[in-house]
């Protein structure tokens, strides 16, 4: 069952965190002079409207991107995620914000290429007319994310970046990203993933690094932001983490000098802070 819709979440602290790391990533394969491609297994709908509909529902996007957006005094990697976000609201008022996709094509080149898969019915068609403009340059298709990865990897350039970011609603979903991930690195071994997944109480949230880890991979990293400290109850995010297999080199300093003031930005209570941990080869 399709339940979950990206809508209500739009430009949340999640979605900060990713879309950070996503345009540092895609920021670094931009350095070679040669195309690449982006893969998103879960795209999403491309586009939100913060101000009515769903997002403005629990305006989630308020302990997120809002306490960004005017500051003046962000570091270099976080004032150039924030720019994209200023892209799609070029009179100043924060009433838009980008999906994955979308952020990801703002940075990307015009030889590069999207590969994009969502399967929820309404979200993709709006996907699809949200990149109605982007020509052959990105490609839809409408079903499972997790299956559709074998068929663009390797991408023909040998060089690409992974996002896989599903809803984890079902719990099954912690299985099959490391069973993909496992398919994935198979195929392209040399090729970046970036996976995003909430953190929580619950045991598969805590297991999914872990087992990540030990993927055979060159390289890892693990970036948590935590915005607040967990509930007693047991329920509910209270952060959320980007694992990157075969992260460039560069990315643990940035993240390093970038995320205390991240964690301090977004922080709803004293529980907030940060955890980086690396491994190369
Ligand atoms: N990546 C998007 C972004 O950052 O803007 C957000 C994606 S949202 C967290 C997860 C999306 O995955 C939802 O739009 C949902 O409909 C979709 N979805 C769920 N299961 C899927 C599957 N097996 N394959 C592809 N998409 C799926």
Not at 67 to 91: C, I, T
Not at 177 to 204: C, D, S
Not at 235 to 247: L, R, T
Request: glycine share 8%.
């Amino acid at each position: 069952m399709l339940s979950y819709r990206h809508a209500f979440h739009a430009g949340n602290h999640a979605d900060v965190l990713k879309h950070f790391i996503l345009v540092e990533l895609l920021s670094y394969l931009n350095q070679k002079d040669k195309a690449y491609w982006y893969i998103d297994t879960h795209a999403g709908a491309g586009l939100y409207q913060l101000t009515e509909g769903y997002a403005a529902k629990n305006a989630e996007f308020e302990g997120g991107i809002a306490r960004l957006w005017q500051r003046k005094d962000l570091p270099e990697p976080l004032a150039r995620y924030v720019e994209v976000v200023r892209r799609f609201n070029p009179d100043g008022k924060l009433a838009f914000y980008p999906g994955s996709p979308l952020v990801a094509q703002a940075v990307m080149r015009r030889d590069d290429k999207l590969r994009l898969f969502e399967l929820h019915p309404s979200d993709s068609k709006l996907l699809e007319a949200n990149c109605e403009t982007l020509g052959r340059q990105a490609q839809v298709s409408v079903g499972d994310g997790f299956n559709g990865l074998k068929s663009v990897l390797p991408p023909p350039p040998r060089r690409g970046l992974t996002l896989i970011d599903p809803p984890y609603e079902d719990k099954g979903d912690y299985r099959t990203v490391v069973k993909a991930m496992e398919e994935g690195l198979r195929r392209f071994a040399t090729g970046t993933f970036a996976i995003w997944y909430p953190t929580l109480q619950r045991t598969e949230s805590r297991e999914l690094p872990e087992a990540l880890k030990k993927l055979p991979a060159k390289g890892w990293l693990d970036v948590r932001l935590q915005v607040q400290s967990p509930s007693t109850d047991g329920f509910g995010m209270h952060g959320s983490g980007m694992f990157i297999i075969n992260p460039p080199y560069t990315l643990a300093e940035t993240l390093k000098s970038v995320m205390p003031l991240l964690a301090d930005a977004l922080a709803l209570d004293q529980g907030a802070g940060f955890k980086l941990e690396h491994q190369s080869a």
